[in-house]
């Protein structure tokens, strides 16, 4: 059965999860944002990401609750055309994944409630957070969440998967 079915609205983690941002990992350590910012063009969207934010377009409300600053995520959905309702940021919010205040944050925005909102991630404060807020939470393991076998709801290998899970009957 679609999952979509039972949701309202989807949250995805940015990096990793909707777009592979590895390359940027030593300068984002190091806060090297000028570096950083100048390198985004070095980022690869995921296959099939644009086409599954397409097909969600009717009728599920679609944001991005990521860690990362607002800029740098600004910048980032710019680059890749991402067209995505909204953006919770690292600043938005005090608390920070995996407490739930960020996926919180973002499903008010989306104006709806937890449980009828699916949660994508790929690391395990993702699944944290989208657990303790009460939203349904899916594992993506084609960025950092590999073998990892986190309590999740869903996991997924690939974004083929993923949309298995979320359209088909």
């Given at each position: 059965m679609s999952l979509l079915l039972d949701f309202k609205g989807i949250i995805f983690d940015l990096d990793m999860?909707?777009?592979d941002t590895s390359s940027l990992l030593t300068m984002r350590d190091q806060r090297l944002w000028n570096q950083v910012y100048q390198n985004i063009s070095k980022t690869k969207i995921y296959d099939g990401v644009l086409n599954l934010l397409d097909q969600l377009k009717d009728g599920v409300k679609a944001g991005i609750v990521t860690s990362s600053p607002r800029t740098y995520a600004e910048r980032v959905i710019d680059?890749?055309?991402?067209?995505?309702?909204?953006?919770?940021?690292?600043?938005?919010?005090?608390?920070?994944?995996?407490?739930?205040?960020?996926?919180?944050?973002?499903?008010?925005?989306?104006?709806?409630?937890?449980?009828?909102?699916?949660?994508?991630?790929d690391e395990e404060k993702d699944i944290i957070a989208s657990n303790n807020a009460g939203a349904k939470s899916v594992l993506v393991k084609w960025g950092n969440g590999g073998n990892n076998n986190y309590a999740a709801n869903y996991h997924c290998e690939s974004v083929d998967e993923l949309k298995r899970i979320l359209f088909e009957n």
């Open positions: 999860t909707l777009v680059y890749h055309g991402l067209n995505i309702q909204l953006l919770t940021a690292y600043h938005d919010t005090q608390k920070h994944k995996p407490h739930a205040d960020p996926i919180l944050d973002g499903i008010s925005k989306l104006g709806l409630k937890p449980y009828e909102v699916i949660s994508i991630g």
